[in-house]
């Protein structure tokens, strides 16, 4: 099979009868089919087929445009005034004074046929474009496969996902959601990058240790607004570019947050309260940090957008991300009821204001699902609050509402927030949903949930238990380290059982290390100094392997003043730089400066900035001033 393909790529003439470069392209597309099915095909050899392809298909097409193009009528003088007139002026008289548009100008139009072989082979190069990103893509464990397949359910229940996670539930989640909605096929993003970057973002979600806030909370706000795009005809209405900024949004809208609100920033006067101006304090940092975390750590997806996707995508991301500030709830909800009690036409809407105010009920959505779910993510919250409740006691600031310990009834909390909050933002999501997609909404799972919860904190409050049991949150995985993305043209790495062989040797390596002897005299800041010699050099192992160092370790430091006497008179110079040391008459530029009594000096000493005027020679000295 391969010799076929090497004879065939190899061809440089291209046909020029239609029916030979039909004949060629159809044998083509066969040998690549073949070879795709089996053993696969070289990208030399596949671009090689395609460019084959290609140059009989506008064979083809020109011998189509010669049959069916019809005679024209004589020229009726419009052609002389293309480069002549202006734009404007040629379609004013094209308009008026000629009949561009009647018989004698027929739009030339392709055939049938001819649409239908271009179909087929946009068709046939985007399956191959899929097989060579599918075989890129992400390996997921399969006990994670068997817990993303109930993905598209309401209740998809998140802390049994992330125990087979292994601690990358964003990680996993969030790569096949967006695989799932063509978002890397259609913004063509390397696999490895999106997982480069979504690797960055779960240890970024888990810097601050947060029970709440954390990567798990991110992988239930993904998968609630996926929910809503797919199971409520929502992706009809949206374009590619906003269902991936919408599920985005969802993962970066409270990344490296710091498990505080923005009310204690704002009291206790917060680095971020002061640089955004007491305003979406939060909010703001998310959607900054994700930026820059894309930036630094040269994991951008958004590279291969056009100026006007990338604007448009980063738009839509930092206003959906500031509607999840719950200052602007109110506001927020009073502008889609307007909207929906005053308009019929769906086109005056904006539609970015659309898609906040579904993330912002994703954001919230954890009273509407089943009791299990709801009830361990109010004890992971209640427990963020209690801890920013300790912070503000400890630094004499006022609590903030549902932060103080002592005085907070759980289950009122939560009845008030049902009723308030969380209740009027769903049947308001789920009437817009409807207008939007012009179709009248049919039976929401959080029309029994919502009242069903709110009947057991009742149930809680009438036994009169006003707290929470302790939240499992100190039983969370850890994030794993990032994973970094390689260039493409860099030297292979070593296989992975290669690789954990190497961190083996070098842990190995370093536990036998032996500790040089202290010296007891040392003070106890100089015995630590001893302790940090053993350093961690696991970034050097994967690169480069274990560094040994043959020669036996000093039994007691070195100081400085012991080496001074080693010292060659030209490696220490007088203190201070040549600028300020002051010659005077009698003493010569050449002259080596006096020996000095302290090696507080290692480095070389500074070039003396001469004037071009200087004798030559004095540049050629040993001290080269």
């Known amino acids: 099979m391969v010799s076929a393909l090497d004879k065939i790529a190899t061809e440089e003439i291209f046909p020029t009868e239609p029916k030979d470069a039909l004949a060629g392209a159809n044998s083509r597309l066969e040998t690549l089919i073949t070879g795709l099915n089996n053993e696969g095909i070289e990208p030399d050899i596949l671009l090689s087929h395609l460019l084959y392809i290609k140059q009989a298909l506008e064979i083809l097409a ?29 379609k004013w008289l094209a308009a008026t004074f000629s009949q561009e548009n009647n018989e004698g100008r027929v739009q030339e139009r392709p055939s049938f ?21 599918t075989s890129q893509a992400m390996p997921i464990p399969v006990e994670v496969e068997v817990m993303l397949k109930g ?38 993003i390397a696999p490895s990058v999106m997982t480069c970057l979504l690797s960055h973002l779960e240890i970024g979600y888990n810097k601050n240790s947060n029970p709440y806030h954390n990567n798990l909370h991110a ?4 998968q609630t607004t996926h929910w809503f795009i797919s199971q409520t005809g929502l992706k009809n209405w949206l374009s590619d570019l906003e269902i991936f900024a919408l599920l985005f949004s969802a993962i970066v809208h409270d990344y490296d947050h710091s498990g505080t609100t923005n009310n204690f920033h704002i009291q206790s006067g917060s680095s971020l309260a002061i640089l955004y101006n007491d305003r979406a304090v939060l909010e703001n940092h998310h959607v900054a940090e994700f930026f820059r975390t894309m930036k630094e750590n040269e994991c951008n997806i958004l590279i291969n957008m056009s100026k006007s996707e990338y604007k448009n995508f980063r738009t839509l991301m930092i206003e959906m991300v500031l509607h999840t500030d719950m200052s602007l709830h109110f506001s927020q909800l009073k502008n889609i009821q307007n ?39 109010t004890a992971r919250c209640m427990e963020e609050f209690f801890k920013q409740g300790d912070m503000e006691r400890s630094r004499g600031l006022d609590f903030s509402p ?6 907070t009834s759980v289950p009122m909390a939560q009845i008030g927030f049902i009723n308030y909050i969380v209740n009027p933002t769903m049947e308001l999501t789920g009437a817009l949903i409807s207008r939007l997609i012009e179709k009248k909404s049919e039976s929401s799972p ?88 053993i350093l961690d050099n696991s970034h050097l192992v994967l690169l480069k392997g274990p560094i040994l160092i043959e020669s036996d370790p000093p ?50 000493p500074e070039k003396r900035r001469a004037p071009i005027s200087v004798d030559h020679k004095l540049r050629k000295h040993a001290l080269d001033f």
């Open 339 to 377: 909207y929906l009690l005053s308009s019929k036409d769906k086109t005056s809407f904006q539609r970015s204001a659309a898609l906040g105010l579904i993330l912002h009920s994703c954001d919230i959505s954890h009273p509407a699902k089943k009791w299990d779910l709801h009830y361990q993510w």
């Open 555 to 604: 039994k007691t430091l070195t100081k400085h003043k012991d080496l001074v006497g080693e010292i060659p008179p030209t490696v220490i110079s007088r203190p201070g730089s040549p600028m300020v040391w002051g010659f005077d008459s009698k003493e010569s530029i050449t002259t080596k400066p006096p020996r000095p009594n302290t090696a507080s000096i290692p480095s070389p």
């Open 113 to 133: 046929i001819s649409i239908v072989k271009l179909i087929r082979t946009g068709i046939f190069i985007e399956q191959i474009y899929r097989k060579i990103s």
């Open 62 to 90: 020109e011998n189509i445009e010669k049959k069916e193009t019809p005679p024209t009528s004589p020229s009726d003088g419009l052609e002389d005034l293309q480069d002549a007139a202006p734009d404007e002026i040629r």
């Open 219 to 222: 992988s239930d706000v993904l």
């Open 446 to 533: 959080w029309e029994l949930t919502l009242p069903a919860n709110r009947i057991r904190w009742q149930e809680k409050f009438d036994c009169g238990d006003a707290g929470i049991e302790v939240s499992d949150a100190s039983q969370d995985t850890p994030p794993p380290p990032p994973i970094i993305r390689h260039l493409e043209n860099s030297t292979s790495m070593t296989n992975t059982d290669e690789k954990e062989t190497q961190e083996t040797k070098s842990t190995k390596l370093m536990d036998e290390a032996e500790v040089p002897d202290q010296d007891p005299t040392n003070t106890p800041e100089e015995q630590i100094k001893v302790k940090t010699c």
């Open 402 to 407: 549902l932060c103080d310990r002592d005085n």
């Open 151 to 188: 993905v598209d359910l309401w209740d998809f229940s998140v802390f049994d996902y992330a125990k087979t996670a292994n601690g990358s539930p964003l990680l996993y989640l969030g790569y096949h959601i967006l695989d799932k909605h063509g978002c890397m096929q259609k913004f063509k």
